[in-house]
């Protein structure tokens, strides 16, 4: 019998109280699934702070899944991440999610926060410090859209690692060769943590080719072609179509060797829940979610 892979989910702390309904809901329908962990985002310049903190809690307490706050190294000096960090620790918190972050709004570039940690791998290392925390860190296996080179994107990645990182989370891709290729390089240059796919099922096209636009990822002609028509197109066609998708990747990376998968819900449960059907976790009929109260 095949062995049903590992499964963790990323959300994002909602703007709306129509939002955060919906998130609500993906939570008490996904936490069904027994995740490995689920993570919450950190707003570009630590917009998001209070409520990342808020939700996380709220997860692991009320819902019983292994959270993980993401933590990044804009807008706050070393001090300032650090007491970030110790509050989660003894929010009963012990896993990070280590970034170096988005610059604000208006910004033109990068810029490390003054009297803050520069990058991902001083941070990881300060988060060490801090308390014996479990710190997962991102990986890009289209590269980086700032990185100088590909190799350098590589090397940076295993700074991370040899700080105290545990397992790389890549960024979406639609590539699947391009993820293999990543993961024996990171294999040949030393890298020993697990490398896990991040997966992005596409609910609206034209948003996920921007979202690829930004980050540096490639999008095949084929799956141009694919979703040529996609946002027009009924409802379940689409669903339909995307689980199709997401759930060919998925099978060709576990073909592959892969055993987890991190899956970018956009606080969205339906594709999610139908693509870890496909690979084997569905949730027993007479399985009751958990509460989906709100924070």
């Not at 509050?87 to 012990?94: N, P, T």
């Not at 999610?97 to 300060?126: F, H, I, M, N």
């Not at 308390?131 to 190799?151: D, G, K, L, R």
Request: charged share 20%; proline share 6%; glycine share 8%.
């Amino acid at each position: 019998m095949t062995a049903v892979p590992a499964f963790s989910f990323e959300f994002f702390p909602p703007k709306t109280e129509a939002l955060e309904q919906s998130l609500w809901q993906a939570v008490g329908q996904l936490a069904a699934l027994k995740p490995a962990f689920v993570s919450v985002t950190y707003g570009a310049g630590g917009s998001t702070r209070a409520r990342t903190h808020e939700i996380v809690t709220h997860l692991q307490e009320r819902h019983g899944l292994a959270a993980a706050a993401h933590l990044t190294c804009v807008g706050a000096t070393r001090e300032e991440i650090d007491e970030i960090a110790r509050s989660y620790w003894e929010a009963g918190i012990r896993h990070l999610v280590a970034l170096r972050g988005d610059p604000p709004a208006g910004s033109t570039g990068y810029a490390p926060t003054p009297g803050g940690y520069a990058y991902a791998a001083d941070l990881v290392e300060g988060l060490k410090r801090v308390a014996p925390f479990e710190i997962s860190v991102a990986a890009y296996p289209e590269t980086h859209p700032e990185a100088i080179s590909p190799e350098a994107d590589l090397e940076n990645l295993k700074r991370k690692v040899e700080a105290g990182a545990v397992r790389a989370i890549t960024q979406f891709f639609f590539d699947t060769d391009a993820f293999f290729r990543f993961r024996d390089k990171a294999v040949k240059a030393g890298i020993k943590v697990p490398v896990i796919p991040g997966i992005l099922p596409v609910s609206n096209f034209a948003r996920a080719v921007d979202f690829a636009r930004r980050c540096g990822t490639s999008v095949p002609d084929s799956i141009h072609t694919l979703f040529r028509d996609f946002d027009t197109l009924p409802t379940l066609v689409r669903q339909k179509l995307a689980e199709d998708v997401a759930v060919e990747q998925c099978l060709a990376l576990k073909a592959g060797g892969v055993e987890q998968f991190h899956f970018y819900t956009l606080n969205r449960a339906e594709l999610v829940t139908a693509i870890c059907g496909h690979l084997g976790q569905s949730v027993s009929v007479d399985e009751t979610p958990r509460s989906t109260a709100a924070v």
